[in-house]
């Protein structure tokens, strides 16, 4: 049994690498944190083309997603392609960074993402803006609606951006998109405060310095060979977190600070994740009283067996079962013998 990571990175992320080799993004494969689960971890990256003329990877992200969608579906395209029969999936998770962030956004509108446990955007979650200057409430909804569950524990949601600012007027800042799923339901979220939460420095990073890097050189923004800076893990990011809800702002508005997230964020984020793939699958833990009754919420989301690529053997299998099924019935149904 294993739990399926699902990356989408805008460089070679280090899920298939044990170190990058082009790109600014250093040596990450310490980033993904593998000792400190529990469970198999199978890590696998989104596959996607640019094409000429394209300035980023978010066009590319978005066509792999429409492909897999025409084609049966996100989840099931991946699984049959980058896990294959082999191995059983417990839960999934998706991890974007920067414009990787674009695969995630077509994901969450169908019907796969309610089974996605874990949603972890890394300073690529950009929402359009209206004529005033506002997130269009028609892209903001599905990841406000994902903020509530993670605060209910239902899923986990973290958001981790920097503060780097765009010169152009349709398109949101990671900032300004975060605090627009803050805001989301007319204010069901509180704002980011901006200040560092009593308690969460102290649960979440410590803990987490001693088990990545203690420094690394990052390269990044135009020209990089003027842009570069030793980072170490931010022991102050600005912070609101309830449940298994995360929106953290690492400040930075440098491309060295964009990069950081695809490291140190990517390794805060993984802290979290381990300790949430530490929860069963099934209701064993009653969070509140509601209606109908015990509501159990604290578990996790898991992958449905349909979704599951079966090997040759289970198809044999399950097909002689059928076949003896059918001919009991036929036997012994009743109608034999009868003229």
């Known amino acids: 049994m294993i739990d399926l990571i699902i990356c989408a990175f805008s460089n070679p992320s280090p899920a298939t690498v044990a170190s990058i080799k082009s790109g600014p993004i250093p040596n990450n494969k310490d980033f993904f944190l593998k000792d400190k689960f529990k469970t198999n971890l199978k890590i696998?990256?989104?596959?996607?083309?640019?094409?000429?003329?394209?300035?980023?990877?978010?066009?590319?992200?978005?066509?792999?997603?429409?492909?897999?969608?025409?084609?049966?579906?996100?989840?099931?395209?991946?699984?049959?392609s980058k896990v294959g029969t082999t191995e059983k999936i417990r839960s999934a998770a998706i991890i974007t960074f920067s414009g990787g962030t674009a695969f995630a956004k077509e994901l969450i509108k169908t019907?796969?993402?309610?089974?996605?446990?874990?949603?972890?955007?890394?300073?690529?979650?950009?929402?359009?803006?209206?004529y005033k200057g506002e997130a269009i409430p028609q892209e903001v909804e599905p990841w406000g609606k994902l903020a509530l569950e993670a605060m209910n524990y239902e899923k986990m949601f973290i958001n981790s951006h920097t503060n780097i600012k765009l010169t152009g007027k349709e398109v949101l800042d990671t900032t300004a998109s975060a605090n627009a799923i803050l805001k989301y339901g007319g204010g069901n979220i509180p704002v980011e405060s901006n200040e560092p939460i009593p308690g969460y420095n102290e649960k979440k990073w410590q803990n987490l310095k001693k088990?990545?890097?203690?420094?690394?050189?990052?390269?990044?923004?135009?020209?990089?060979?003027?842009?570069?800076?030793?980072?170490?893990?931010?022991?102050?990011?600005?912070?609101?977190?309830?449940?298994?809800?995360?929106?953290?702002?690492?400040?930075?508005?440098?491309?060295?600070?964009?990069?950081?997230?695809?490291?140190?964020?990517?390794?805060?984020?993984?802290?979290?994740?381990?300790?949430?793939?530490?929860?069963?699958?099934?209701?064993?833990?009653?969070?509140?009283i509601g209606d109908d009754g015990e509501v159990c919420k604290k578990y996790l989301k898991t992958i449905p067996s349909s979704y599951q690529v079966r090997s040759y053997d289970e198809f044999y299998t399950y097909g002689y079962l059928v076949g003896l099924g059918l001919a009991a019935t036929y036997l012994f149904g009743g109608n034999y013998g009868k003229s």
């Open 211 to 288: 088990t990545t890097p203690g420094e690394v050189t990052i390269r990044g923004g135009n020209p990089v060979a003027t842009n570069t800076r030793s980072a170490e893990l931010n022991a102050n990011p600005a912070a609101f977190t309830l449940g298994d809800f995360y929106s953290i702002q690492n400040y930075g508005t440098q491309g060295t600070d964009h990069i950081y997230n695809a490291t140190y964020g990517l390794a805060e984020a993984m802290s979290m994740l381990s300790e949430r793939w530490q929860l069963p699958t099934t209701c064993t833990q009653v969070s509140g």
């Open 111 to 130: 019907e796969d993402a309610k089974y996605i446990d874990t949603w972890i955007t890394l300073d690529g979650l950009h929402f359009s803006a209206d």
């Open 44 to 80: 696998v990256d989104v596959p996607f083309s640019i094409q000429a003329g394209e300035g980023n990877v978010s066009p590319a992200y978005r066509r792999t997603a429409q492909k897999y969608i025409q084609s049966g579906g996100i989840l099931k395209n991946i699984i049959q």
